[in-house]
């Protein structure tokens, strides 16, 4: 993976996840080669489409969904491994990251509850 070349976009980059990151890393060679802009542009555009498609991607909190004793279980986190290693050990299967906003949105109408997992 390249650097970005500003720092603020650089520091923007580091906090997404790995899928997003790849994302970000498609989308500015696109916009580089494809479009010929010069590379710190493409990279400005590239995050700024990634924020308009994942507006939480920045907060550090990820909704996963997991399979547990047959039906859906909605998980937010802000530590994904330690996570995914404690839904292995309870038995959880079929872990899927999802997009907080979109599926806030679709799987509970805009709002949902929180309750801590044991």
Do not use: Y
């Not at 650089?10 to 994302?23: C, I, K, S, T, Y």
């Amino acid at each position: 993976m390249e650097t970005p070349i500003n720092a603020l976009v650089d520091d923007m980059v580091n906090m997404l996840d790995d899928r997003l990151r790849e994302d970000f890393n498609e989308r500015a060679a696109i916009m580089e080669f494809d479009a010929e802009l010069p590379r710190d542009h493409a990279e400005c555009l590239a995050l700024l489409d990634v924020l308009r498609r994942h507006p939480s991607a920045l907060c550090g909190v990820t909704l996963i969904r997991v399979v547990m004793n047959g039906s859906d279980l909605w998980l937010l986190t802000t530590d994904i491994d330690r996570t995914r290693q404690h839904v292995d050990d309870i038995g959880g299967t079929n872990i899927v990251v999802c997009d907080l906003k979109d599926d806030i949105d679709q799987q509970f109408s805009g709002i949902a509850a929180m309750t801590s997992i044991k």
